[in-house]
């Protein structure tokens, strides 16, 4: 008899309804859109009618009708005819973020990850030692202490001695405060590529991937172009290119600022930039100037690389321009801060910052 034979199993994607498959396209182009939902709609039937994927059971109006009426959309706030995204529809976007990037992620990449350090944290870890003094109680390792007992007495003379006693480590748990950085300038969509899509689906699927796995941390968002200013989880989906220029200053400043009201003792920057800093706020009002690598803006720049690494603040650049000056920039500025540079297509960019964000996990101040 043969008996069974196992294989991987591979679910099989006609077994989804026109519902989820419908789903996943809609929340791809309400990325793209920024969280427009009448736009994505339109992008939506022209796809169908260049394709026809939706079919002669299932038309888009009756898709829109289901994600009415499941909740992923809402008549719009603001009084006009369109429709708007709920929190349901959000926190999928999130979802299918975190899903498109972790999924790519090679066996023993970011998971469940730890400091190599022991202490009194949350888990047990492998390992044990002799008991010492002020050791809690509940941290003995019974198993180990009577067999170190029964090594030593033996059966028939079974006693328990001090020197039997062992502990079991438990493991460090670390928590982080991350600021995540994203280029919101002209650039990031200049030339017919758009570079903001990618950067934002990385933001949402960290997003989720912090609050779901490592609900200690923290994880702040800003946003730099003319200025610099801070954004919550919940609108994420709805980032937009400007008419900007590049202040990477303003956002650095903004990301020290909340980086010290966090009390965790791991802090870190991730910068996500495509372009050279060509902006900066004085007293006098906004100072730019796009030719080149201005001395004034990046001198700035690197005071506060090395400011940042005073107060142990690692700051970690992906850089998706390939730009050989823009590169040595990015080099000049690492190193004054001690961090580090990952120049990274936009492929690769999501993978990246999941494994930095579990290398820097392990970091101990």
């Not at 603001?78 to 349901?88: E, F, V």
Request: aromatic share 10%.
């Amino acid at each position: 008899m043969q008996g069974y034979r196992f294989t991987e199993y591979i679910p099989d994607k006609d077994q989804a309804t026109p519902f989820e498959r419908m789903l996943e396209l809609f929340m791809e182009l309400l990325t793209h859109t920024s969280g427009d939902v009448d736009e994505a709609i339109e992008w939506l039937r022209q796809l169908d009618d260049a394709h026809d994927f939706s079919g002669e059971d299932y038309s888009v109006d009756d898709f829109i009708e289901d994600l009415i009426e499941k909740g992923y959309l809402r008549d719009s706030s603001d009084g006009g005819s369109g429709l708007g995204m709920t929190s349901k529809s959000e926190q999928a976007i999130r979802r299918r973020a975190f899903d498109q990037i972790f999924s790519k992620l090679k066996k023993g990449g970011p998971g469940q990850h730890r400091t190599s350090h022991s202490g009194n944290g949350e888990e047990y870890s492998q390992d044990s030692r002799p008991f010492q003094y002020g050791d809690a109680p509940d941290h003995i390792d019974f198993t180990a202490t009577l067999r170190n007992a029964q090594r030593r007495g033996g059966i028939s003379e079974f006693s328990l001695e001090e020197d039997d006693l062992e502990v079991r480590e438990r493991e460090h748990m670390s928590s982080v405060a991350t600021v995540l950085m994203i280029d919101i300038s002209h650039s990031m969509i200049l030339y017919g590529e758009d570079r903001i899509t990618p950067a934002k689906k990385v933001a949402l699927a960290l997003a989720e991937y912090i609050t779901t796995r490592y609900p200690k941390d923290n994880l702040d968002v800003v946003v730099f172009g003319n200025d610099a200013w801070q954004v919550s989880i919940k609108d994420l989906p709805y980032l937009r290119v400007g008419p900007f220029h590049t202040n990477t200053v303003a956002g650095l400043s903004l990301a020290m600022d909340l980086l010290r009201r966090r009390k965790s003792s791991n802090k870190q920057i991730f910068m996500i930039t495509d372009g050279k800093p060509s902006c900066l706020k004085t007293k006098d009002g906004y100072y730019k100037n796009s030719m080149g690598l201005d001395p004034m803006i990046v001198n700035k720049c690197l005071d506060l690389a090395a400011e940042c690494r005073k107060i142990r603040i690692p700051i970690t650049t992906f850089m998706i321009a390939s730009d050989p000056y823009l590169q040595a920039f990015v080099e000049d500025f690492t190193e004054a801060n001690a961090g580090r540079a990952i120049f990274t297509g936009l492929g690769g960019l999501g993978e990246w910052i999941f494994s930095d964000y579990e290398r820097n996990r392990r970091r101990r101040s």
